[in-house]
């Protein structure tokens, strides 16, 4: 099928994009989406979110997910939900993959405490911190620093900034200013991580402990799910009757997303990229289905985020980040040369620290933490 003609008129087409910042020979063999998605793929920072959080601490068990196998879950919903509705598949893939580049270990533990630490330095923003690995941090190529990606894939892993970041981004900030949308891959990409992480913590808070059939019993959404789950399947049990179950959930919210958002777009007319630009959001949930994942975030977040066994590990974890900070602020000389700045300036100082910490995975922070406070630790 050729790309062109089966995408849609307001989809990103690889022809009419912004381009990258420092020009390059186009791939014979690959789209420039699909060169963004293989840069993404072939990063360090994309490899260190195999042992960075997602609710659980990595080393809590192997079965939890991780940033990186739900980067690859949002991919899949993203792609499908494009697919559907002929937007620019590769786009969606390359943004959801790159989406959690730059969290920091210990999930959103680790990201206020270290947004805390540097509150007199310019904050820390994990979206903009994304940015700043593909667009600085990482070192793969001679020409330039990061990985060059396409304007399109950069604007869609800055999800959200303050408008004192947007004011010195340039170009790729502007929108933020001037209250313009993304494009629709990157409305896309942000809800189908909502759905991918909403459905995979349910699972992940079962299969811990933390959370309890009977307490989702009392979420509507689920419960309507599992009950056509045994009413298809009397013996069901166990994780097969909760993995039938989620996949129905996911499904529910994908189809709803598709119709809800396919009406929009119909509804607003929009023809062009900077129709969409220009419209508001045009991808979402219909105010049902809105209400209900509302609802089950919420069930979330007084259940299984702030469940005290969570609550003792995330505790654990903003004390590592705090601790690891101020070490290497107050003693530059105990980081690696790359992240020692020349000429003292403690506010580019503190910009280094943050990199070197939102780089680290769980268990190589508790390991530098030992490594700093603990006398017997090599």
Same mark, same amino acid.
């Given at each position: ?50 042992? &960075? ?36 598949? $590769? ?15 210990? !999930? ?10 540097? &509150? ?34 950069? *604007? ?16 790729? !900030?502007?929108?933020?200013?001037? &209250? &313009? ?21 349910? $699972? ?33 049990? !166990? ?16 189809? $709803? ?72 602020? *107050? ?6 040369? $790359?992240?020692?700045?020349?000429? !003292? ?22 390991? *530098? ?10």
């Amino acid at each position: 099928m050729n790309l062109e003609t089966s995408l849609a008129p307001y989809a990103v087409h690889p022809a009419t994009s912004r381009g990258r910042r420092f020009a390059e020979a186009p791939s014979t063999t690959r789209t420039e989406f699909q060169r963004d998605r293989d840069r993404i793929v072939h990063s360090t920072a994309f490899r260190r979110l195999e042992y &960075k959080t997602q609710v659980f601490v990595n080393h809590e068990g192997d079965l939890f997910r991780t940033r990186l196998t739900h980067s690859i879950e949002v991919a899949q919903i993203g792609r499908s939900i494009a697919r559907n509705l002929r937007l620019n598949e $590769d786009l969606t893939e390359a943004i959801s993959l790159a989406h959690d580049l730059g969290h920091t270990p210990f !999930g959103h533990a680790g990201q206020d405490a270290l947004n805390a630490c540097m &509150k007199e330095y310019g904050g820390f923003e994990h979206n903009l911190q994304s940015l700043r690995v593909v667009d600085t941090l990482e070192e793969h190529y001679g020409a330039f620093d990061g990985l060059n990606l396409m304007f399109e894939t950069r *604007e869609g892993i800055l999800k959200h900034c303050s408008l004192s970041n947007a004011e010195q981004l340039g170009e790729i !900030g502007r929108r933020f200013i001037d &209250k &313009k949308q993304p494009t629709l891959e990157a409305q896309l990409a942000n809800l189908a991580d909502e759905i991918a992480y909403n459905n995979h913590d349910i $699972d992940d808070g079962l299969r811990s402990g933390l959370l309890t059939i009977e307490q989702l019993d009392g979420i509507d959404f689920f419960a309507r799910h599992r009950r056509e789950v045994m009413a298809t399947f009397p013996q069901i049990a !166990g994780r097969r009757m909760i993995n039938e179950t989620v996949r129905r959930m996911i499904n529910a919210l994908v189809v $709803d997303l598709i119709q809800t958002s396919r009406t929009a777009i119909a509804t607003v007319g929009v023809q062009t990229l900077d129709d969409v630009r220009n419209a508001p959001p045009l991808i979402s949930f219909s105010d049902a289905m809105r209400r209900e994942a509302v609802f089950l975030k919420r069930f979330l977040r007084e259940n299984l985020y702030r469940h005290y066994q969570v609550n003792r590990m995330t505790a654990k974890a903003r004390r590592i980040v705090q601790e690891l900070f101020a070490a290497f602020l *107050e003693e530059p000389g105990l980081l690696a040369p $790359d992240y020692q700045v020349v000429d !003292g300036d403690r506010m580019k100082q503190a910009r280094k620290v943050a990199d070197y910490i939102a780089g680290m995975t769980d268990r190589y922070a508790m390991r *530098e933490h030992r490594r700093l406070f603990v006398i017997d630790e090599s």
